[in-house]
């Protein structure tokens, strides 16, 4: 159980002065607007389960089918659906793929290990014969040939694909709100945004919606909306997960993750999607452990689980920018990582505040050159016109919403001929600058941690006008992207905000190639953190879950 830190972690005395220290979880003190708080009900000390291992318990024992699930999750997703507007397309085959897996189990064929499991994809990955808008009005009825690799995955391992969830347009954003179709609501509080550009992915699996989904991780597209929404997300290595099927903002950045309620759900779902695939020139040829295999129950914990290991806390992410209520939150998973036995210390990253202005020069010249192709007569939709350059222009201006067109125009000045040098170039420099960093700070250290986001969830509308307030909250996520590391975001606690607080997430970073590492540190954290539980509102205001 999270306790007050009496002796604060050697090295890190700073952020624990007399006078703010860790709070406890399993009180209830007055609040303030900066103090964290926490579910008290009596079902808030159990655990999170895996939904996916129950799932398959109850197929395989036949107490439930696979099209009763999908028709309970279906009634929840219709039900919370015109408050939270998750979903940009619903599938109509749902229970028609729910009978085919039922139909293997009663001829008592071998069913994968996403049996039955309702997948929520983001809307710029590719699905065969349902809508891939990627949130913009220029691919609006796209219906691609071809399912992108992860999502054939899933189906190979009879997961169900439930429908495309709503996102930022091409990615391009941190709150949803730049989509071109509608916006998405936070299940804790749907006057608040779910984060972005993942928000409709981490808002379904929040909601019950799904039972795990995929996102996209440019630079923090997965991460910071599962803090936003108190769910788990991951992201991987590059490399870890072919991108053949997504629809492309940065290329050299993009990565597909993963949502789900807990930790062991994640890595199942990533397990089901990693390898390497020929049509990704990007794909690493890296063995894929089980991800799973070294995930322990509660029950066979011991006393110091985590004992040996070694956790640098990135003292930059701790600083000044970051709410007192979210530094509070997160310095309580400190302290209950230091009561599980990790070895503590402080780490500092001198070019971390560097990655944010690299990241948006990198990201905006790559997807001014990756977005040039939907000029109306390539790919995207056509606007009549006169002639070619009309053509042209009018079917970009009418397809592209304002932040895209922002980020082009922003990028495009990057690769230009006097510019060159002075912002991309040196941006790339900036980068191997990260790399190093992080490769130094991992050789002394397991993992490292910080928050995922400087805030939490804040109301819908709030910052859409001020784009470089919604920028300076990917500070905590960006600098992983630049270096190409996994890292993973779970819920820790909340912070005072909506009707029973606001979730706030813990990240944690690891090296290269090193996923297990992280879920097996993240489902010990998550399995002994006490006095919270991870449950919206709007589900316990009576939806069924």
């Known amino acids: 159980m999270l306790s007050t830190l009496h002796h604060p972690p050697r090295r890190l005395s700073r952020f624990f002065p007399a006078n703010n220290k860790p709070r406890h979880f399993h009180t209830k003190p007055v609040l303030s607007s900066s103090q964290p708080v926490t579910d008290q009900s009596p079902s808030s000390t159990s ?25 309970t ?35 008592n064929e071998n069913v994968g290990p996403l049996a039955g499991v309702l997948v929520g994809v983001k809307d710029n990955i ?22 992108a690799t992860a999502v054939k995955k899933v189906k190979e391992f009879d997961g169900i694909v439930v429908g ?11 709150t949803t709100e730049s989509s071109s179709f509608q916006v998405t609501a936070n299940p804790w509080d749907i006057s608040r945004v779910p984060g972005g550009s993942s928000g409709g992915s981490a808002a379904a699996v929040s909601a019950r919606q799904c039972v795990v989904s995929l996102g996209s991780d440019t630079g923090g597209s997965v991460r910071q909306p599962a803090s936003f929404c108190g769910v788990v997300g991951l992201k991987p290595t590059y490399g870890r997960v072919s991108r053949y099927g997504l629809i492309a903002y940065a290329s050299s950045l993009d990565v597909i993750g993963c949502f789900g309620s807990s930790v062991a759900d994640t890595g199942i779902l990533l397990s089901a999607i990693s390898g390497h695939d020929r049509l990704d020139a990007t794909s690493s040829k890296q063995e894929v452990p089980d991800f799973t295999s070294q ?40 302290s209950h990582l230091e ?58 201006a009418k397809g592209f919403g304002s932040e895209v067109k922002m980020r082009i125009l922003m990028g495009t000045y990057a690769l230009s001929a006097g510019y060159y040098d ?43 006008n001020d784009p470089l307030a919604m920028y300076a909250g990917d500070i905590m996520t960006v600098n992983v992207n630049l270096a190409g590391l996994p890292a993973l975001v779970l819920p820790c606690g909340f912070v005072e905000g909506g009707p029973v607080g606001l979730p706030v997430g813990l990240q944690m970073i690891g090296a290269a ?14 399995q002994t953190l006490q006095g919270c539980r991870f449950v919206p509102p709007l589900i316990a205001d009576g939806i069924p879950q």
């Not at 655990?47 to 999908?70: C, G, K």
């Not at 190639?513 to 998550?526: A, C, M, N, Y």
């Open 295 to 334: 995930l322990i129950s509660a029950a066979r914990l011991e006393s110091k689980p985590l004992k040996g290991l070694k956790v640098g806390v990135i003292c930059e992410t701790l600083e000044n920018g970051v709410d007192s209520g979210v530094k509070s939150t997160v310095l309580g998973a400190v």
């Open 339 to 396: 009561e599980l036995g990790c070895t503590l210390s402080e780490v500092s990253l001198p070019s971390f505040s560097l990655g944010l202005p690299a990241y948006y020069i990198l990201a905006s010249s790559e997807s001014s050159s990756n977005l040039s192709r939907y000029d109306g007569v390539r790919y995207g939709n056509q606007v009549a016109a006169e002639d070619l350059n009309a053509l042209y222009g009018d079917s970009r």
């Open 422 to 464: 002075a912002y991309y170039k040196r941006a790339q420099q900036v980068r191997t600058l990260i790399q190093k960093s992080f490769k130094t700070a991992l050789d002394e250290n397991d993992i490292l941690i910080s928050p995922a986001a400087p805030s939490a969830a804040y109301k819908i509308g709030e910052k859409k």
């Open 47 to 71: 655990p999170p389960e895996s939904q996916i291992l129950s799932i398959r318990h109850s197929l395989l024992s036949r107490e439930v089918t696979a099209t009763q699930l999908a028709e």
């Open 513 to 526: 190639f090193d996923e297990g590492k992280l879920l097996k540190v993240g489902h010990i954290f998550e």
């Open 73 to 107: 999750y279906l009634s929840r997703l219709k039900l919370a659906e015109p408050q939270l507007k998750s979903f940009i397309h619903v599938s109509n085959n749902v229970l028609k793929e729910a009978q085919s897996v039922d139909d293997k189990i009663k001829r």
């Open 164 to 174: 495309k969830t709503n996102l930022d347009e091409f990615g391009m954003g941190s």
């Open 126 to 147: 590719c699905t065969v014969d349902m809508p891939s808008t990627a949130g913009s009005r220029v691919l609006e009825n796209y219906r691609p040939p071809f399912d």
